[in-house]
């Protein structure tokens, strides 16, 4: 079945460092993998995606790696601020079209 | 767009008592998702639709929840009777497909007394 392992569970980084995310998962069927943030009492929101298909993919200081081999995919965040402190999702999506979503990583980011 | 809107923002209710949560989706979008989400256990799917039929409702807790969409613009999880393990913050989430990013709501924080 569908399983997504998260670590670390915690990250703590100094202003300016980078925060890298990992995720792997069990399922080879697997083909779309998201990322969310969800801020404290808020919702989560979708930050970046990659398909299958890609094996990165970036967006300003966020990128998104993707080892189908190995099945694991991670978050890289660059010069990190403090408003990029959070609890960070991954997911991934099968053909059966439901996303499983890992533990969460709660990051922190002192300035 | 107004994004996905949820009803109401905070239920506290005693236990034993019907609860009815609803959810309004993006226009347009053809898959809506029930989530729960807690300290011990996460996020965890509870049911979703796509095109307003049930595809998956496998993470229903169990009979006292259920979930209804009776069009694309609508739709209820309702449980009955609550109990206190029942707290936690319910999300709805839609999407366009299946396969893409989903678009939570602000989530309905229940509260079972």
């Not at chain 1, 993919?57 to 010069?79: G, M, P």
């Not at chain 2, 796509?50 to 694309?72: L, T």
């Amino acid at each position: 079945g569908e399983n997504v392992e998260q670590h670390p569970s915690t990250l703590s980084v100094q202003e300016g460092d980078s925060a890298v995310i990992k995720c792997t998962y069990s399922d080879s069927a697997s083909n779309y993998f998201p990322w969310y943030k969800q801020e404290l009492g808020k919702r989560p929101q979708l930050i970046i995606d990659i398909r299958s298909n890609v094996g990165e993919k970036k967006d300003q200081r966020i990128a998104v790696t993707l080892n189908k081999t190995a099945k694991h995919f991670s978050l890289h965040i660059t010069e990190t601020q403090p408003e990029d402190s959070a609890v960070y999702f991954c997911a991934e999506n099968t053909n059966a079209g439901k996303s499983t979503f890992g533990d969460g990583t709660t990051l922190t980011v002192k300035p | 767009d107004a994004g996905v809107i949820q009803s109401p923002r905070h239920e506290v209710t005693e236990m034993g008592q019907e609860v009815t949560l609803r959810c309004k989706p993006i226009s347009g979008h053809n898959s809506l998702f029930w989530y729960r989400q807690t300290m011990m256990r996460g996020l965890e799917l509870l049911i979703y639709f796509n095109n307003n039929v049930p595809i998956d409702d496998s993470g229903m807790p169990e009979d006292r929840f259920s979930a209804k969409m009776p069009n694309a613009s609508f739709s209820t999880l309702k449980i009955q009777p609550s109990e206190p393990r029942d707290s936690a913050v319910y999300f709805c989430a839609s999407s366009l497909d299946p396969n893409y990013g989903y678009t939570f709501g602000s989530g309905t924080r229940l509260t079972v007394v």
